[in-house]
Antibody
Framework: EVQLVESGGGLIQPGGSLRLSCAAS????????INWVRQAPGKGLEWVSV???????YYADSVKGRFSISRDNSMNTVYLQMNSLRAEDTAVYYC?????????????WGQGTTVTVSS | QSVLTQPPSASGTPGQSITISCSGG????????VHWYQRLPGRAPKLLIY???QRPSGVPDRFSGSKSGTSASLAISGLRSEDEADYYC????????????FGGGTKLTVL
């Protein structure tokens, strides 16, 4: 079964850091585009970051310079390092894979991990 | 304010057909595939339509996608209570390399 499992969320104070993990099974992260997408309470989906198969990386303007995406092929896991967290980063964070099979739409999603930034 | 504009809400009765619109511009919908995602209450988003008008395996043919110029649409026929969910369109934008743009989402209520 193809599955993505996020972990690492929690309650963190403003200015703090968290590292989210996205562990894949049934698919190889290095052969898929792995995205991070978040949904703040009462808001819609917001794309956060992506790492391409070739290693190219892109970030939404709202997180550029604070968040960092990386990939560990040996662990088949993608990470999202989140620094200088703000209250507006509070959201459920999903990782989602995209491949040419679905014209690079996000065909597999994890269940999400909740990040709450509050003092 | 998203670059892709969706109506915040839509509604219909069981058996009815409805359409959800997604309006953009020449740099996104006009030149890109459009994808649609369904987010059922309490669940992770699910790919509903990819490549503007393709359905993943397992998605009923009651769901269909289309595009005309800089606008895209998701049509749902034979509405069912389990279709009550949030629906999001998504596309890439030529001016934002690598970025995925989501519409603001449409909450569908089945009356």
């Amino acid at each position: 079964e193809v599955q993505l499992v996020e972990s690492g969320g929690g309650l963190i104070q403003p200015g703090g850091s968290l590292r989210l993990s996205c562990a894949a099974s049934g698919l190889i992260v290095s052969t898929n585009y792995i995205n991070w997408v978040r949904q703040a309470p009462g808001k819609g989906l917001e794309w956060v970051s992506v790492i391409y198969t070739g290693g190219s990386i892109y970030y939404a303007d709202s997180v550029k310079g604070r968040f960092s995406i990386s990939r560990d092929n040996s662990m088949n896991t993608v990470y999202l390092q989140m620094n200088s967290l703000r209250a507006e980063d509070t959201a459920v964070y999903y990782c989602a894979s995209a491949s040419d099979f679905f014209y690079y739409a996000m065909g597999v999603w994890g269940q999400g991990t909740t990040v709450t930034v509050s003092s | 304010q998203s670059v892709l504009t969706q109506p915040p809400s839509a509604s219909g009765t069981p058996g009815q057909s409805i359409t959800i619109s997604c309006s953009g511009g020449s740099s996104n919908i006009g030149g890109s595939y459009v994808h649609w995602y369904q987010r059922l209450p309490g669940r992770a988003p699910k790919l509903l339509i990819y490549g503007t008008n393709q359905r993943p395996s397992g998605v009923p043919d009651r769901f269909s996608g289309s595009k005309s110029g800089t606008s895209a649409s998701l049509a749902i026929s034979g509405l069912r209570s389990e279709d009550e969910a949030d629906y999001y369109c998504a596309a890439w934008d030529d001016s934002l390399i690598g970025h995925v743009i989501f519409g603001g989402g449409t909450k569908l209520t089945v009356l």
